[in-house]
C-alpha cells in the first residue's frame, strides 16, 4: 500500500466555474489529444467507428437540468476529472504503490510500469475519476499535464493543462490552491467554490463555483415573465395584402 505525504509543498489543481461551462467538451478533446500524443501510453478506443464504441479519457463532461428553489431551471454542464485529493483513497488502496502523490505539487499520478490493473483505485474513488485503459491494461488517470506545466520548451502561456489553454470560455482555471493569495485561491473566495461531495472525506484540491441565479425578465407589468416569442409573433404590417397592398403603398409614394 502506498502512504500519502503529510504535507505537500504547493497544491496545484483546477477551478472549474460551473456558471461559465457551455458544454462545448472542447476540453475533452484538448486532453484526449495531448495525453495520447504525449505523456504515458495512448488513450486507446475500442471500435470507435462502431456500433458499440468506447474509450479511455481522462476528463468528461456531464450536463443536468437543475431547478433552483426561485427562478426558472437550468442547464449546467459539469466537468469531471481526478481532483487530486489529500486524502486519496485511490492512493491508500494501491497494492503495489503504482499510485502516489508527489510532494513537491501534490500531483496524484500512477505509475505505468508499477500498475497491475487491479482497478482497486477505480473502486476506492469516490468520484469515478479514474479509467481502465483497455488496450494498455493499466489504470489512468488526469495528471494536470504535468510534462505540459514544467515544459520551459513551451511558452510560458502555454505552461497550462491542455483543458485550461483550449477551454474557450475560461470556465477552467489552474494554480496553487495551498497559496491563499493566488489568482485561483483568491477566485474560490469570491465566489464561493466548493467542494465535490465534501462528505467523502477526501479533501479534493480542485474546487467548483457554483452557477449564478440567472437574471428574471421583467414584463411590462413587472410580473417577472414575458413571452420571448412575443416579438415575432406580433403582425408586421396590419394594412392590406396583395395587389390593393402594392397599390396602396405606390400612391403613397405619390
Known amino acids: 500500500m502506498t502512504t500519502l505525504p503529510q504535507q505537500t509543498d504547493r497544491k496545484l489543481g483546477l477551478v472549474i466555474d460551473l456558471d461559465t461551462c457551455v458544454g462545448c467538451h472542447a476540453c475533452v478533446i484538448s486532453c484526449k489529444g495531448w495525453n495520447t500524443e504525449n505523456y504515458g501510453a495512448p488513450l486507446s478506443d475500442q471500435d470507435a467507428y462502431g456500433a ?8 468528461r463532461v456531464h450536463s443536468y437540468e437543475v431547478q433552483p428553489e426561485a427562478g426558472a431551471a437550468q442547464l449546467v454542464h459539469f466537468p469531471k476529472s481526478c ?6 483513497p485511490c492512493v491508500t488502496v494501491c497494492p ?10 501534490g500531483i496524484v499520478l500512477v505509475n505505468e510500469s508499477d500498475c497491475i490493473g487491479c482497478g482497486l ?4 474513488c469516490p468520484y469515478g475519476a479514474r479509467e481502465m485503459d ?3 491494461g493499466v489504470m489512468k488517470k488526469c495528471t494536470l499535464c504535468v510534462d505540459r506545466i514544467y515544459n520551459e520548451n513551451l511558452p510560458e502561456e502555454d505552461r497550462q493543462p491542455a483543458c485550461v489553454r483550449t477551454c474557450p470560455a475560461g470556465a477552467r482555471h489552474f494554480g496553487d490552491l495551498g497559496d491563499p493569495e493566488s489568482a485561483v485561491s483568491q477566485l474560490v473566495a469570491e465566489r464561493g467554490g466548493v467542494d465535490l461531495m465534501p462528505e467523502q472525506g477526501t479533501k479534493p484540491v480542485n474546487k467548483y463555483l457554483p452557477p449564478r441565479p440567472r437574471d428574471q425578465l421583467q414584463g411590462p407589468e413587472d410580473s417577472g415573465e414575458i413571452d420571448i416569442l412575443a416579438p415575432f409573433l406580433a403582425p408586421i404590417d396590419s ?7 402594392w397599390l396602396d403603398r405606390t400612391l403613397e409614394k405619390l
Do not use: I, M
Open 134 to 136: 483497455q488496450a494498455a
Open 96 to 105: 503495489t504503490g503504482a499510485s502516489y502523490k508527489r510532494v513537491e505539487d
Open 121 to 124: 483505485c477505480a473502486w476506492a
Open 83 to 88: 481532483l487530486h485529493c489529500d486524502d486519496a
Open 239 to 245: 394594412g392590406p395584402k396583395g395587389f390593393l397592398g
Open 52 to 59: 458499440d464504441p468506447s474509450g479511455t479519457f481522462l476528463n
